[in-house]
């Protein structure tokens, strides 16, 4: 097992981040799935068009800024700028916790437009695909909190875990922006 370790740290690949995409590869199918049983759902008919909330759009926009926002904080991290770095993943938090605050408020305008959670299949699966979306948004922000706190209490150094365990939550914050996009044009032009 050691020398598999080994081999793939030689290569360039951390057995952790090899797991974290793993972990992603299996969220990637279970989202397939979803939207896969959408396709399929949608053409049976009854069908209920709506028009997605704007506040899914302006949660868009956040989620794109706070990938820009931690992809910079772990450059600023590598070249050892404490207050840049500290900053920025700072602000990736907060970008994160109103991606949240936006999708909920997109539910919470569906729900004023008539669309229900247990009313049309329609606006069931955009409550549930955008929900469980959310649900891993909320992963991240655990792990996002958990380096503010070390952030906080830990003196700025550039070893190989830390480096590791950042890396893992850069990688898995993109994931979900780039997850999220797909599932915004998904409803779009479904």
């Known amino acids: ?31 397939a799935a979803f939207t896969s049983a959408y396709i399929v759902r949608q053409a049976q008919g009854n069908w209920l ?8 759009f302006y949660s868009t926009l956040i989620i794109l800024l706070s990938s820009l926002t931690i992809h910079y904080a772990y450059k600023f991290y590598l070249k ?17 916790l109103g991606f949240v605050i936006t999708q909920y408020l997109g539910w919470t305008a569906m729900h004023a437009g008539g669309v229900e959670l247990t009313g049309n299949p329609s606006g069931s699966f955009v409550y549930v695909i955008s929900g469980v979306h959310a649900l891993h948004v909320l992963g991240g922000l655990s792990a996002l909190a958990v380096g503010v706190l070390m952030m906080a209490v830990l003196p700025h150094r550039v070893t190989p875990r830390r480096k590791t365990r950042f890396k893992m939550m850069v990688h898995y914050w993109h994931f979900v922006d780039i997850l999220w996009i797909y599932l915004l044009l998904f409803f779009m032009f479904q």
């Open 1 to 31: 097992m050691s020398n598999i370790t080994e081999n793939s740290k030689a290569r360039g690949l951390e057995p952790a981040v090899f797991g974290l995409w793993v972990g992603i590869g299996s969220i990637v199918m279970m989202f």
């Open 80 to 96: 050892g700028n404490t207050l840049r770095y500290r900053q920025l993943y700072l602000l990736t938090f907060i970008l994160g």
């Open 49 to 56: 068009e709506f028009r997605l909330p704007e506040w899914f």
